[in-house]
């Protein structure tokens, strides 16, 4: 059973940043793909962003395209999601997900929820001045 674990949360003001990790212990997250979604207070999850297992994609949504990066570590078997000029908007609690994928890129298009099976217990994560 893939147990992963979000860190990385926390009080940040406007135009802050913020580098959330995830990582899973006794499983090679490489071959899996890594999203992360997030839920705001009184909203449904969203997908954030999204690698692809091996690396061979990524993919953002809209609303933080040019603000954040997703990337991988293969020696700490860890996943990031570097977040720049963080806005309240992005006032949170963020979740990693996981599927197995060895082989073509899925993290290509709009994230959906049911095409994870494996979660986090999530990070806050609160931009306020």
């Known amino acids: 059973q893939l147990q992963l674990v979000e860190s990385g949360g926390g009080l940040v003001q406007p135009g802050g940043s913020l580098r959330l990790s995830c990582e899973a212990s006794?499983?090679?997250?490489?071959?899996?793909?890594i999203a992360w979604f997030r839920r705001a207070p009184g909203k449904e999850r969203e997908g954030v962003s999204c690698?692809?297992?091996?690396?061979?994609?990524?993919h953002y949504e809209d609303s933080v395209k040019g603000r954040f990066t997703i990337a991988r570590t293969r020696a700490k078997n860890k996943v990031y999601l570097q977040m720049n000029s963080l806005k309240p908007e992005d006032t949170a609690v963020y979740y990693c997900?996981?599927?197995?994928?060895?082989?073509?890129?899925?993290?290509?298009?709009?994230?959906?929820?049911?095409?994870?099976?494996?979660w986090g217990q999530g990070t806050q994560v609160t931009v306020s001045s």
């Open positions: 997900a996981a599927v197995p994928n060895p082989g073509p890129p899925i993290c290509t298009e709009d994230l959906t929820e049911g095409h994870f099976p494996y």
């Open positions: 006794e499983v090679d997250l490489l071959y899996y793909a």
């Open positions: 690698i692809s297992g091996r690396n061979l994609a990524t």
